[in-house]
């Protein structure tokens, strides 16, 4: 069971950060991954980071503002949201994928989680 929180409403420009806490399985073999969904649009693949830590990737657009890490002694995975914009805007997801590779994107997840919103007004 993947759970999400942080999200909220803030001022464009500010940060944030959203967690998910991992339960059920064994977290440190998984990779892990942040998506998010904007309305009308279609899930995006937004970061990642591997079991090892070794690889970590960022969709161009939040690359130099966003950061992903991972605890594995809490089970839980981050994302740290700087300098957002209003089409930062989205429901952001957290996933995780079996440690078969270190390919985080354009890859199917085990498990998903509920998302947490998050709102960026101009």
């Known amino acids: 069971q993947l759970q999400a929180s942080g999200g909220g409403l803030v001022q464009a420009g500010a940060s944030l950060r959203v967690s998910c806490a991992a339960s059920g399985l064994l977290f440190s073999s998984y990779n892990m991954a942040w998506f998010r969904q904007a309305p009308g649009k279609q899930r995006e693949f937004v970061a990642g980071?591997?079991?090892?830590?070794?690889?970590?990737n960022y969709a161009d657009s939040v690359k130099g503002r966003f950061t992903i890490s991972r605890d594995n002694a809490k089970n839980t995975v981050y994302l740290q949201m700087n300098s957002l914009k209003p089409e930062d805007t989205a429901v952001y997801f957290c996933?995780?994928?079996?440690?078969?590779?270190?390919?985080?994107?354009?890859?199917?997840?085990?498990?998903w989680g509920r998302g947490t919103q998050v709102t960026v007004s101009s």
């Open positions: 996933a995780a994928r079996y440690g078969r590779s270190e390919k985080l994107s354009e890859v199917p997840y085990d498990y």
């Open positions: 980071i591997s079991w090892s830590r070794r690889t970590i």
